[in-house]
């Protein structure tokens, strides 16, 4: 991989997209986010009675807009290590009469103001789909079953008709279900071995196609790529239930760490191997249990975290709804969020579920104030244009660049790229991010083979500022703007990404 030259003259980055070779199909769930009951996501984030742009149900109308706008599409939930003590039953029936209980997870009082009934009745105010997690981690079978029976089972039965009675004569319909969350780690309640958490999984799995052999189920994964168990994890859960689940999970976050910005850069780095080494496990139990099928990915946790920061907090102290992870995103962030979607999407042929985490206050791209605005952090312009414009066929992009050095990483390509088709008008949209802190990256990309023939669009998230941040003050300090010199003629796009920039290119 070539060395970048010297600063007066920047080599080119450049790739060729062929409609011939292809990496997949974009599922829609890819561009799905999270709401747990942590910190202010639920509560005044979501839902916040009283509020001047509060609807009747309680949600607040300002963040529903900014959530259609972002283009979520799975909407996770509970949680989280939330869901692993937490009880359904206290989140349904007259609101009154629900328990306040300890969350052990967050130190935090949960009120069990906003339950199940809430949940759904905002998902489909935002014309998303449900996705449910189920704690393993303090109970077990029957009471999956038990949600079970009452969310989704139309009448004629104990819990469908207690539904009923609660006011929801419909079923809701949950179709995708988290068969717990991080049940390697230590930090999560109820924590299990890969064995044990195995057969649990495979006989809640088992047990709830009974009721529905339609549902598709997420089997726990590794929490992320360095824990000591990870790949072993993932091979014995999957021994155990490889014919009852269709996907498996991943989580991941990152943070630029001691000042180290380039590495910082080049997260998706990490993105990109865990994926190709969890889908060489499952290949590898398929092939061992000599099976067809193909074991899907749900990467339903990731995002930028200043971790770093949350771990040397002081304890909280049973408050309820306290301003917990409430991450203030630079422009170098939505950076790095920009090409955490570019990985996600180049392996959008195993990746078919993925959340980013989460949706509203909490390491969020929407934050609000209580009794106050809401507003877009930088972090919201990657996802919601790769939501909006990622829609079709990922086109295979193998990148010539010049490449920097990371103290993580290694070697690493200054240009991280994808491109996505929309089969139905022939329109390419080429994602970008030129990762050089300091340096523009000129960009030529043969398009030949494709019937564009005109830039509809560049935009490009960047400042000179790499410490620019939208705030409630200055909620709009950051924002997307024209790229410059953007041309394509003779089946050639050329043009130049500013420096640490993320770049949307729409063709037609």
Known sequence: MPQIPSASAPASARFTLDPAFTVGEVNPRLF?????HLGRCVYTGIHEPGHPAADEAGLRTDVLALIRELGVSVIRY????FVSGYKWEDGVGPVDSRPRRLDLAWRSTETNRFGLSEYIAFVRKVDGEPMMALNLGTRGVAEALELQEYANHPSGTALAD??????????????LWCLGNEMDGPWQTGHKTAEEYGRL??????AMRQIDPDIELVACGSSNQSMPTFATWEATVLRETYDLVDHISLHAYYEERDGDRDSFLASAVDMESFIENVVATCDHIGARLKSTKKINLSFDEWNVWYQTHYHNA????????????EDNYSVTDAVVV??????????????????LAQLVNVIAPIMTEPGGPAWRQTTFYPFAQASAHGRGR??????????????????VPLLHATAVLDESTGAVTVFAVNRDQHRPLPLEIALHALPVTRVVEHTVLADADPEARNTLTDPERVTPHPGEGTALADGT???????MSWNVIRLG
Do not use: M
């Open 162 to 175: 207690l539904r009923i009675g609660h006011g929801d004569k419909d079923p809701y319909g949950i179709g």
């Open 493 to 499: 796009l050329r043009t130049t990404l500013e420096p």
């Open 78 to 81: 509970p949680g989280g290590n």
């Open 338 to 355: 920009g090409s955490l979607l570019i990985a996600l999407l180049r392996h959008a042929d195993r990746v078919t579920v993925a959340c």
């Open 394 to 411: 990922v086109l295979q992009v193998n990148v010539d660049s010049p490449a920097y050095e990371t103290a993580v990483y290694g070697e």
């Open 201 to 206: 999984a495979a006989e809640t799995a088992r």
């Open 32 to 36: 799905g986010s999270f709401v747990e």
């Open 314 to 325: 002081e304890p909280l102290n049973w408050e309820e709804a306290p301003r917990l992870l």
